[in-house]
C-alpha cells in the first residue's frame, strides 16, 4: 500500500486549505482513510477518517465543524477540507489508510501511512 499526500503549504489565519491522499497498491473493496496530525512538540493526533464503501465519518473534538473529510472511490482518494485555520492547526499532517470500515478507534492509528506534508498557519 502506497499513500501520497499533497496540498499543504503556508496559509494565514482564517484561511482554507484542501489536502488530498492518493491511494494505491490493493484491490480490497473496503477500506478508510484517516488523517493525522502532529504538531511541533507534541504528540499525533487522530483528526478524522471515512469509511470508502458507506461513507461513515469520525472526527476529532478539536476539528469538528471545521474540517471535512470526503473521498473519491473511484480514484481511490482522499480529502481534508479545512476551514477557518488556526495557528494551532500548524503541524505535519498524515494520510493512513487500514481496510475495513472506519471507526473511532482508527483515530488512535491504522495500519498504512504517507510520509506526510507540512501545513504551517501563520499571519
Known amino acids: 500500500v502506497q499513500l501520497v499526500e499533497s496540498g499543504g503549504g503556508l496559509v494565514k489565519p482564517g484561511d482554507s486549505l484542501n489536502v488530498s491522499c492518493v491511494a494505491s497498491?490493493?484491490?480490497?473493496?473496503?477500506?478508510?482513510i484517516g488523517w493525522f496530525r502532529q504538531a511541533p512538540g507534541k504528540e499525533r493526533e487522530g483528526l478524522s477518517c471515512i469509511s470508502n464503501f458507506v461513507g461513515t465519518t469520525h472526527y476529532a473534538n478539536s476539528v469538528k465543524g471545521r474540517f471535512t473529510i470526503s473521498r473519491d472511490s473511484t480514484k481511490k482518494t482522499g480529502y481534508l477540507q479545512m476551514n477557518n485555520l488556526k495557528p494551532e492547526d500548524t503541524g505535519i499532517y498524515y494520510c493512513?489508510?487500514?481496510?475495513?470500515?472506519?471507526?473511532?478507534?482508527?483515530?488512535?492509528?491504522?495500519?498504512?501511512w504517507g510520509k506526510g506534508i507540512l501545513v504551517i498557519v501563520s499571519s
Open positions: 493512513a489508510l487500514d481496510f475495513g470500515l472506519c471507526g473511532p478507534t482508527n483515530l488512535r492509528g491504522m495500519d498504512y
Open positions: 497498491g490493493f484491490a480490497h473493496e473496503h477500506w478508510s
